[in-house]
Every structure is written in structure tokens, then in C-alpha cells.
């Protein structure tokens, strides 16, 4: 891989391969990271066996039209929440193959932050064909827009593999 963090590299290499021996297949749905977690993915030779597809749902309106989100979820509770992150991952299942979605919705800075939702604040969630698997919110701290996408790409690689089952 190029360009990427080893920690990442090596995270991205040991989840295709044991979702390949699986033979389960993965969707993203990403905000935040605009496509960072497919591309952590696809640097990964043989990765097409195991990446379906990734939604880069950056804008409101398009996680309600590719995802399903429900625009009284996003009015109620906002892009930034665990509401929508649960929504965003089982509608990417829902316009997928796979089996294992992950989704990510965050402000990764440096603006946009508030009291309630600060700079650093990731809502992250893994859903399944049986439904949701996990919700982990993240707060990462004002650590600057990079370091809060790639720690989002980690947390998303490390939540797959739980969600896949692996011995961690």
C-alpha cells in the first residue's frame, strides 16, 4: 500500500484476508472519511472478493436518496448521530450484496463543532443481513482533520472485524 499508515496497512491486510476465508462480503457508508475506509480496503490485492460496494454519503440529501435515511432522523437528531449511523449502515446493506456493513458520520473539523457535538465526534456502526451489530460513538479530541479520518478508518477496520467475528 501506499500512502497509508502501517497500522492501517497492516489492519486493512489481515481483514480481507479473513473475510475472504469467510466468504463474506462488505459495504461502507461513509461520511467523514469520504471514501477512505473502501480505499484502506481496496489498496488490497484480492480485496474484489470481499468489497461490494462504498457509499460516500457526504451531503444530507444523499443518505437519504443511496442510504434510505429518514429525513425526520436527520431533522431530529442531525448527520451526526447514532440514529443516523444505524441508518446509514442498514441501508447500505439494504442496496447491497454484502453481508457486513460499516457506517461512519462525523465531524472530523476543523470547523463545524459545538458544545454538544464537538470537533472529533464519530458515530460509527456495523450492520448485518440479521440487523445492527454494534454502535460505537468516538470522540477523538480535536487532534486535526487527518488524524480524525484515519483514526475513524482504524475504528471502522477493527469494528468490521468484530463484527465479522474475529478473534481480535
Known amino acids: 500500500m501506499s500512502g497509508w499508515p502501517d497500522n ?3 489492519e486493512a491486510r489481515r ?25 484502506a480496503l ?8 470481499v468489497v ?22 436527520l431533522a431530529v437528531h442531525g448527520a ?11 441501508g447500505a446493506i439494504l442496496q447491497s450484496k454484502a453481508q457486513l456493513a460499516i ?11 459545538s458544545e454538544e457535538k464537538p470537533v472529533g465526534l464519530v458515530h460509527l456502526a ?16 480535536n487532534i486535526g482533520r487527518d488524524a480524525v479520518r484515519l483514526s475513524t478508518v482504524r475504528t471502522a477496520l477493527e469494528m468490521l472485524g468484530e463484527a465479522a467475528g474475529e478473534d481480535l
Request: charged content about 20%; aromatic content about 4%.
Open 126 to 141: 456495523t450492520a448485518g443481513r440479521a440487523g445492527l451489530l454494534q454502535h460505537r460513538e468516538m470522540r477523538y479530541g
Open 15 to 39: 481483514l480481507i484476508a479473513f473475510l475472504a476465508k469467510r466468504s463474506l462480503m462488505v459495504v461502507t457508508a461513509e461520511s467523514c472519511t469520504g471514501g477512505l475506509i473502501a480505499g
Open 8 to 10: 492501517i496497512e497492516h
Open 42 to 49: 481496496t489498496e488490497v490485492p484480492g480485496s474484489s472478493a
Open 103 to 113: 457506517a461512519v458520520t462525523g465531524i472530523a473539523g476543523p470547523g463545524g463543532g
Open 52 to 73: 461490494d460496494r462504498g457509499f460516500v454519503t457526504y451531503s444530507n440529501d444523499a443518505k437519504m436518496q443511496m442510504l434510505g435515511v429518514d429525513p425526520a432522523t
Open 80 to 90: 451526526v448521530s447514532r440514529q443516523t449511523a444505524i441508518e446509514m449502515a442498514r
